[in-house]
C-alpha cells in the first residue's frame, strides 16, 4: 500500500467514526419525541378513563335525583288521597300512585347498572393511573440515558476531530482537498469509505471490474477513480 493511502485512510476511519457517532447522534431527538409520544397517549388514555368514570357518575347521580322527584311526587299523590271524595278521582290517583313506583324501580334497575359500570371504570382508572406513573418513570429513564448518549456522543466526536486535525497535516493538501470533496459530494455514504482498495481487479465497493491500464496505474499509486462509483482507488 502506498504512504498516501495508508494517510487518507487513517483520516477516512476517524471520519467514518465520526459520521456514524453523529448519525447515532441525530436519533436521540426522534427517541426522545418516540417516548414522549408514548407517555402523552397514556396519559390520553388515562384521562379518558376519568372522563367516562364522571360521565357514569353525573348519569347515576341524575337517576338519584329522579328517584327524589317521583318518590316526593307519590308522597304528594299520597296527601291528596285522603281528601278525595269522588272514586274515579281517588283511582285515578292510586294510578299515579302506582305508576310513580313503577318509574323508581325501572330508575333503581338502571342505577344498579350503573353501579356495575361505575364499579369498572374505577378499575379502570386506577389501572390507567398505574400506567401512567409507569409510562412516566419510563419516560424520564429514558429521556436520562439519551441525555448521558448524547454527552458521551459529542464527548467521542470532540475526541475524534483532535485526532483528524492532527493527522491532517501529514497528508498532502491537493490529495485532501480531493479526498474531503468527494467525502462530502451528494452520492456518497459519509459512513462509508471513499479510499476504497482494488481486490483482483474489481472495486471492492461497486465491484465493477478495472481495465488493466486501470490496475496498472492503481499499482503504480497514481490517483484513480472509479468510472462507476468515483471512489479513490487503491493497492492493498
Known amino acids: 500500500m502506498h504512504d498516501w493511502a495508508e494517510k487518507l485512510i487513517a483520516i477516512q476511519e476517524l471520519d467514518i467514526r465520526i459520521a456514524k457517532i453523529s448519525e447515532q447522534l441525530s436519533q436521540i431527538p426522534v427517541k426522545q419525541q418516540e417516548a414522549e409520544s408514548l407517555y402523552a397517549q397514556q396519559n390520553r388514555d388515562y384521562e379518558q378513563s376519568k372522563l367516562q368514570l364522571r360521565e357514569l357518575e353525573v348519569g347515576y347521580k341524575n337517576l338519584e335525583n329522579e328517584i327524589v322527584s317521583q318518590k316526593e311526587k307519590k308522597r304528594t299523590f299520597q296527601s291528596k288521597t285522603i281528601l278525595i271524595k269522588n272514586n274515579d278521582e281517588y283511582k285515578a290517583a292510586l294510578l299515579q300512585i302506582e305508576m310513580c313506583d313503577q318509574v323508581v324501580h325501572n330508575l333503581e334497575d338502571q ?10 371504570a374505577q378499575a379502570s382508572v386506577a389501572s390507567q393511573r398505574q400506567a ?11 429521556k436520562e440515558d439519551l441525555e448521558v448518549l448524547r454527552k458521551t456522543c459529542e464527548e467521542q466526536i470532540a475526541l475524534i476531530k483532535r485526532k483528524r486535525e492532527a493527522a491532517a497535516p501529514d497528508t498532502d493538501p491537493e490529495l485532501l482537498k480531493k479526498y474531503e470533496h468527494l467525502r462530502n459530494s451528494r452520492n456518497n455514504n459519509p459512513s462509508q469509505p471513499c479510499v476504497i482498495p482494488i481486490l483482483d481487479g474489481v472495486c471492492s465497493r461497486c465491484r465493477i471490474r478495472m481495465t488493466p491500464q486501470t490496475c496498472q496505474d492503481v499499482l503504480k499509486g497514481k490517483i484513480v477513480l472509479c468510472p462507476s462509483c468515483s471512489g479513490m482507488l487503491y493497492c492493498e
Open 111 to 120: 342505577q344498579l347498572e350503573l353501579m356495575f359500570k361505575i364499579e369498572e
Open 132 to 142: 401512567l406513573e409507569q409510562a412516566q418513570k419510563r419516560t424520564a429513564s429514558v
